[in-house]
Nanobody, 131 residues
């Protein structure tokens, strides 16, 4: 049973920074590519960022490119993916979700933004950016 748990959300002023963390347990971490998504209440889920199992490649939504950075620590006892968020804007306010996608199964790169391709999701962490 894979468990995905996000942390690090909170309240920050516009222009500030936050770092979200996501730990994965239950299976070998390097068998998963990881994604970050966000969803405001009443709105569709939105892709934010993706990182491959090795960390060699990452992809971003246009709305966050240049401001957010996804990374991962594959060292044992870490098994954590991070989302560093800089230059935050009030429009970034919402719940952020971390998700795991099997790296054993082949997926074309463009599908990294497809939420349905991820099998395991965390409960989400709230990010609030005040103006």
């Amino acid at each position: 049973q894979v468990q995905v748990v996000e942390s690090g959300g909170g309240l920050v002023q516009a222009g500030g920074s936050l770092r979200l963390s996501c730990t994965v347990s239950g299976r070998t971490f390097t068998t998963y590519a990881m994604g970050w998504f966000r969803q405001a209440q009443g709105k569709e889920r939105e892709f934010v960022a993706h990182i491959t199992w090795s960390g060699d490649h990452s992809y971003y939504a246009d709305s966050v490119a240049g401001r957010f950075t996804v990374s991962r620590d594959n060292a044992k006892a870490k098994d954590t993916v991070y989302l560093q968020m800089n230059s935050l804007e009030p429009e970034d306010t919402t719940v952020y979700f971390c998700a795991a996608r099997s790296a054993v199964q082949y997926y074309p790169a463009h599908t990294c933004s497809f939420g349905r391709s991820y099998g395991c999701w965390g409960q989400g962490t709230q990010v609030t950016v005040s103006s």
